[in-house]
């Protein structure tokens, strides 16, 4: 067994221990059931913690994450992730959250293959043909790279609100908003980019579902 196996084993115990001197009926309660109020849609990067980011604790947050914090029409995870979030634990918001110096995100300024994942980086190199004009007038790589990044949050929260899963929780009355953020990887800051959807009015016409 390697020290580091081991490690993270012995953790776990020690957070046990620690989580049951505070409250002794800390995991009883917890295995109740869940009513998060939130579902998170972020990156895989291990450096962007969900519940740390907010101070939130377990059953706060339903968690989905994936490559660059992709809202994808066809993955069908992320539609049983969201379908279950809306339809059956009734969270009332869901935040795209990317991140400042995203590796998926970097990967689709560029060309090189990099396997597998090529395929996935294209729906983020969509995005970037869309904005192509915005994105390539800006002269400092690393400007562009931050713009990308808002960007292609601000695509994915429009890509939620086009679901039929979140249109029609708004259909039905019920109370769900969508919500943009970016994390700081070197502050530890969100930045809310002021993209908010509470019903498909701000759709393009085409988009809008008819119950």
């Keep these: 067994m390697s ?14 221990e620690n989580q049951l001197k505070i ?13 998060p109020p939130l579902l998170w849609i972020g ?3 291990s450096r962007v913690p969900a519940n740390e980011i ?3 604790k377990p059953g706060e947050v ?18 049983s992730v969201l379908d279950y979030a809306v339809n059956a634990l009734k969270i009332k918001h869901v935040i795209v959250c990317g991140h400042y110096g995203c590796g998926g995100v970097k990967a689709a300024m560029g060309n090189n293959s990099i396997g597998i994942i090529d395929n996935w980086i294209r729906h983020i190199k969509d995005v970037y043909r869309l904005h192509h004009q915005e994105l390539n007038a800006i002269e400092n790589e690393n400007d562009r790279f931050n713009r990308f990044v808002e960007i292609n949050v601000i695509e994915q929260v429009y890509d939620l609100a086009k679901t039929s899963i979140v ?13 943009g953020w970016v ?13 908010n959807f509470s019903s ?3 759709l393009d016409d085409v988009y809008q579902l008819e119950f």
């Design 200 to 202: 498909n009015k701000d």
């Design 3 to 16: 020290d580091f196996y081991k490690k993270i084993l012995d953790n776990n115990k020690q957070w046990v």
């Design 62 to 79: 339903f968690v989905h994450r994936n490559i660059a914090n992709m809202v994808v029409h066809s993955d069908m995870n992320m539609l």
């Design 183 to 195: 994390y700081g990887l070197n502050s530890g800051f969100v930045t809310d980019l002021n993209v």
């Design 23 to 35: 409250d002794p009926n800390y995991f009883k309660d917890l295995s109740q059931g869940q009513r």
């Design 167 to 179: 249109q029609s929780a708004w259909n039905n009355g019920q109370e769900l908003s969508l919500h």
């Design 43 to 45: 990156c895989s990067d």
């Design 54 to 56: 907010i101070g939130a």
